[in-house]
């Protein structure tokens, strides 16, 4: 079976300021990765996510994540936060599965709080 | 395309009483969720359904039912309403393959918050 860990339930940081949060893994078996982002009083949005190939992968507004497979973690991070950050991020994982669905496993979650 | 809506938003319940979130997509997605929401334990599979006329217990059924009434709607049921059953409850669903879409990425709704007393 899969689960996650989240290493940080709370990340505050400064405006500007580089951040990583921490995600690690454990699975038998070949898994793909998510991020995924919840805005205060919203749903979850995909963020970024790996499949296969290039272990580095890029979100569109700054965010990257690389997968290491050695260390079974897939860190989220960025070089510069802004206030409009602020939100709660969940690493996931999903097996992947014949059928055409798959299941998800979340993280408890890690909240950055961005101050100015 | 309204993607992923829930209904209601909020509710308050008694202890024992029963009540239906309802759940609608309109992307043409297989597969639908049910997951709910505790703090630190971030979200939780509660029930899913592969593709229409199909349902499969999550990681946490008890004191749940669901229906998949076509395609596009997948309803979550509380029978008889807990406090434990406090939480934050999000529908979500995913494309099948082979249409264009990735079958790996779940869209998710706003997310119904229910307070039983």
């Known amino acids: 079976a899969q689960s996650v860990t989240q290493l940080d339930s709370q990340v505050p940081v400064f405006e500007e300021a580089p951040v990583e949060l921490r995600c690690n893994y454990s699975s038998s078996v070949s898994v793909y990765l998510f991020w995924y982002v919840q805005y205060p009083n919203q749903g979850l949005q995909l963020l970024l996510k790996y499949l296969s190939g290039s272990t580095l992968v890029e979100s569109i507004n700054g965010f990257e994540a690389e997968f290491n497979k050695s260390q079974t973690s897939f860190h989220l991070r960025k070089p510069s936060v802004h206030i409009s950050d602020t939100a709660e991020y969940f690493c996931?994982?999903?097996?992947?599965?014949?059928?055409?669905?798959?299941?998800?496993?979340f993280g408890a979650g890690t909240r950055l709080a961005v101050h100015p | 395309n309204a993607g992923v809506t829930q209904t209601p938003k909020f509710q308050v319940l008694k202890t024992g009483q029963s009540m239906t979130l309802q759940c609608a997509q309109d992307?043409?997605?297989?597969?639908m969720y049910w997951y709910r929401q505790d703090p630190g334990m971030g979200l939780r599979l509660i029930y899913y359904?592969?593709?229409?006329?199909?349902?499969d217990k999550g990681e946490v059924p008890n004191g749940y039912n669901v229906s998949r009434l076509n395609k596009r709607e997948f309803s979550l049921r509380l029978e008889s309403a807990a406090p434990s059953q406090t939480s934050v409850y999000f529908c979500a669903s995913s494309p099948p393959p082979g249409t264009g879409g990735s079958t790996d990425t779940q869209y998710f709704g706003p997310g119904t918050r229910l307070t039983v007393l």
């Open positions: 996931a994982v999903s097996r992947p599965v014949s059928g055409g669905y798959n299941k998800l496993i």
């Open positions: 359904s592969a593709s229409e006329g199909t349902t």
């Open positions: 992307m043409n997605h297989n597969s």
